[in-house]
């Protein structure tokens, strides 16, 4: 049995120091910059391939070499607390990473990863492709369609999927169709989209509310080849999943619950260090602005708003932090990642919209970043499984009975 602790080790500290000096160095300046422009921060991410925060070799440490789980949200918090939007340019790849980690065999992880990331002479993107028009949280109605061609091992996918990170921009896209629309989400299947495949194009750009540094897209499927090698995992394994799932005799529920847990404390940590950046923000500001004679720190209305938030990103932290070591030893008992991911998500919200009221009007105009910050916030209730869908799954946990 180890020590109990709640210290980061010494890697740890050197980590978030390292991702802290990138993120206040480098992100927090252009951040107002690429909201504004609402584009990819290209020379962003080249300079920080360069250094080796974005890449897949920064990745794989993160996964591999952390017997705690906790060092991915230690140094997303620092990304994030630098600005959401570039963020989550340099993150978005990472989902195309997971999808194919969590479906593919060891030598398609080996071939695929690295082209979601390029190297620091070019830089590449992923994007993974999941929600459609009709089908966000209900993921048993996804309509895109696999159908496999056996005279020429290819599968052909038709379909169109929506609001992609690095839709269309992405050198690898990993795509989620159903393969057998009779077994709902346990008749889908994931697919690589190699780089220039025919068919696959990309559709609607959005404008969006925050995170503008990032792109989001639709892309369209329209008879899309692709060969039998890029169905993830392979058509054995599938079949007989198929084949199992047919019989009544899929077990496979208890470990997709887990996957799904275990990603969810690294969008916590996301929204944890948005609301910290706030916080200190408005630290800093309520000492130094004067009204009525005095800093407005002194009126305890404001030093208790300082109070509150400060408590509360702490609670959101812990179970954050609670949820990456449960989800590193696999033993989550009550949803405890879909628990951090909410509270994470209501928080930065909630913080980010009381340093705006501290900031008064300079909070409301974007001269100031706590606006964008703001803004920024509210994906975090959305993406990644809405406030609805984490209380579903948290429920569902805690009463052992299929809540609608
Ligand atoms: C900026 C951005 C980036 C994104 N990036 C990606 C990406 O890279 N890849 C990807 O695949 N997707 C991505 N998404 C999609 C995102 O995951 C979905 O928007 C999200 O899952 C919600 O789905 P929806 O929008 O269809 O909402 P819906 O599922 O239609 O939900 C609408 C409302 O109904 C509620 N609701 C739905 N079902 C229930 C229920 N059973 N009980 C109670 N309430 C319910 C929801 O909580 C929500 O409030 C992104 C979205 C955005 C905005």
Known sequence: MSEFSLELSEDQLQLQKWVHDFAEGVIRPAGHEWDVKEETPWPILEEAASIGLYGWEFMAEMMMNDP?????????????????????????????????????????????????????TDVKLGAFCASEPDAGSDVAAYRTRAVYDEAKDEWVLNGTKTWITNGGIAEIHVVIAVVDPELGSK?????????????????????????????????????????????????????????????????DRQAAMQTFEATRPAVAAQAVGIARAALEYATDYAKEREAFGRPIVYNQSIAFMLADMATE??????LTHRAAWLGKQRKFKNAEGSMAKLKAGR??????ERAMQILGGYGYVNEYPVERWHRDAKIYDIFEGTEQIQQLVISRALTGLRIE
């Open 68 to 120: 705690t789980g906790i060092s991915m949200s230690v140094a997303l918090e620092e990304l994030f607390w630098g600005d959401a939007g570039i963020g989550m340019a340099m993150m978005g790849s990472g989902l195309a990473a997971a999808g194919i980690v969590a479906a593919g065999t060891n030598e398609q992880v080996m071939e695929w990863v690295p082209q979601c990331y390029g190297d620091a």
């Open 347 to 352: 928080v930065a919200v909630w913080a980010t």
């Open 187 to 251: 008749g889908q299947a994931s697919f690589i989209i190699p780089p220039n495949t025919p068919g696959f194009s990309m559709g609607q750009k959005f404008a969006k509310h925050g995170l503008r540094a990032s792109h989001t897209s639709e892309v369209v499927l329209d008879d899309v080849r692709v060969p039998g090698s890029c169905l993830l995992g392979s058509k054995e394994r599938l079949d007989e999943r198929l084949a199992g799932v047919r019989e009544g005799k899929s077990n």
């Open 313 to 318: 990103i702490d609670a959101a932290r812990m």
